[in-house]
Structures are given as structure tokens and as C-alpha cells.
């Protein structure tokens, strides 16, 4: 069964997607409009592709500004939200490192928790939560993270326990 999907927030990739009956494997191809930013989101040598795949155990193909994800359904899944919200931040101008990539990763893992705080409504795309500086906006890496800024916002005092630097 093949379908083919328009993203409805931006209109910036296609999604062609193709599965099988008897397995749960999963193809999806992803195009990106801009090819500067498709290149920046692969990373140096598809390095942040390449963390994707071992990540996840998935297999990541880059030609041009296009993406080839196979592996299991949820694991495409996954790799396809993490990509969407890393591309979004490199048109809102921010750069993409390892760790974003990895921070990505985890909070599209947990994308099933994130859907139960009340700012974020089911079938929403990924969202993470911000604090912003005079420097620069700093993003949660971890759903933890992103649920104690939520509380940050929503409560007048916070009270975070663990042991030093766990915060």
C-alpha cells in the first residue's frame, strides 16, 4: 500500500510511505525543500543520519535533499518527527549539533507522554519547550526537561530534587 502525504503545517516535505502486510518494516522517503538547510539537517558526512540510524536501528539514505528511512514502524516514525522538528528549527535559524540531534530523538521516543500536558494537543507535530536568554533560546533535550520548564511556566515556584547537576 503506497500513500503519499503533504505536510499540512509548512508544506516543506513530502512523505511517501510503503508498507508491507506481512511485516511491520516501514519505507518512508521524506523531500525537503530547501536543499542549504536538507544539508545542514544530515550533518557533515550524514553524521547526524548516521546517529539516527544507530539510534534507532533504522537505515537512513540521503540523496540530494531527500531522505530514505526503512526499519520498523515506530522507529521510521520516530527518525521522520525528530527530522521534521530538527528542520524546523534550521528555518527559525538556530544551528543543529549531535546533541540536538540525540535530544530529538528522545523527545520524538516520548512524544506519548509529552501529548498528556495541557499545552499540547493530540496530533500536534513535536514541540519542545524554550526558555529564551538575551543569547540565545535554549531548548529541552529530554522529555523530563521539558516537562519541568512547562511547570516553570505554569507554577510561580518549582521545586526540582536530585542530586546536583541533574537539572
Partial sequence: MTKVKQNEANKRSAV??????????????????DNRLACELFGQFDEHLALLETTLDITAIAR?????LKGS????????LALDHLYTRLQEGHDVVSGDVSGAIRMAGSQ????????????SKLSLATVSTTKKTISARSPTQDAYIRA???????????????G
Avoid: Y
Avoid at 73 to 80: P, Y
Avoid at 112 to 119: K, N, S, Y
Fill in 16 to 33: 511517501v510511505t510503503e508498507k508491507s502486510g506481512a511485516s511491520d518494516l516501514a519505507h518512508v522517503a521524506i523531500a525537503f525543500d
Fill in 64 to 68: 540530494g535533499n531527500k531522505v530514505e
Fill in 73 to 80: 514502524d515506530s522507529a521510521v516514525e520516530q527518525a521522520r
Fill in 112 to 123: 506519548e507522554q509529552q501529548l498528556q500536558l495541557p499545552e499540547v494537543t493530540k496530533g
Fill in 152 to 166: 516553570m511556566d505554569r507554577a510561580e515556584l518549582v521545586f526540582g530534587t536530585g542530586p546536583a547537576g541533574t
